[in-house]
């Protein structure tokens, strides 16, 4: 499974980008996505999962950032609103097969994207 991830950029603080994720794989209604973050010195964490029974957010992000998927475009998005300089990182989407949990452990993950920078001015 490929995972291609895109829409990142620079953008100030308060504002919004909107992350996508795309893959080929045709069973993708069956898969649990995530998105996780790594800042420059820091550890890869958590950002936010579905699946089709539901999802999570990481309390840091939790009313400012949607995570959301479209099945038919084989596509998970991460709508980032309200965004603060904390969330400069580069962003990974990542998949794994799924029977209907999401999963917020980046081990628990099979494939990854190649991440996309976000860059937030104060």
């Known amino acids: 499974v490929q995972l291609q991830a895109s829409g990142g950029g620079l953008v100030q603080a308060g504002g919004s980008l909107r992350l996508s994720c795309a893959t080929s794989e045709r069973t993708f209604s069956t898969y649990a996505m995530g998105w996780f973050r790594q800042a420059p010195g820091k550890e890869r964490e958590f950002v936010a999962t579905i699946s089709w029974t539901g999802g999570s957010y990481a309390d840091s992000v939790k009313d400012r950032f949607t995570i959301s998927r479209n099945n038919a475009k084989n596509t998970v998005y991460l709508q980032m609103t309200k965004m603060k300089p904390e969330d400069t990182a580069v962003y990974y989407c990542?998949?794994?097969?799924?029977?209907?949990?999401?999963?917020?452990?980046?081990?628990?993950?099979?494939?990854w994207g190649q991440g996309t920078q976000v860059t937030v001015s104060s």
């Open positions: 990542a998949a794994r097969r799924s029977r209907g949990s999401y999963y917020t452990e980046a081990v628990e993950y099979t494939y």
